[in-house]
């Protein structure tokens, strides 16, 4: 008789370019966040988020499965650099950050 198990599996697969977009990506994250906040205006608004890039090119690179490593990355900036007492915008603008980087790798998949 066979058995019927099922193997329980993860949501994310995690082979080494997930691992090392997971360790090399917030420290990057981080040097470019005093980068950005070393060129922000008076009130405080940056008009040169470098991070973006990053964001961009790990989403193209490894794949829309690396959205977890830069929430968590962009979440640590924000609480650590900006906002250093506010846990709700520093929640919030990881998840608008994000948009950006899932909307070029669409239009990118779409048209290649």
Do not use: E
């Not at 981080?30 to 991070?51: H, K």
């Not at 499965?65 to 709700?88: A, T």
């Amino acid at each position: 008789m066979q058995s019927n198990t099922i193997k329980p599996q993860f949501l994310v697969k995690l082979d080494r370019p997930f691992i090392l977009a997971a360790l090399i990506i917030p420290l990057i994250h981080i040097g470019l966040g005093y980068v950005g906040l070393s060129m922000t205006f008076v009130g405080g608004a940056s008009a040169f988020w470098p991070s973006l890039g990053v964001f961009v090119a790990a989403m193209l690179l490894i794949g829309y499965r690396v959205w977890p490593i830069l929430f968590v990355s962009d979440f640590i900036v924000s609480y650590i650099i900006y906002f250093k007492s506010n846990l709700l915008i520093s929640s919030i603008i990881p998840a608008v950050n994000l948009i950006t980087p899932f909307i070029a790798t669409f239009f990118n998949s779409a048209i290649y």
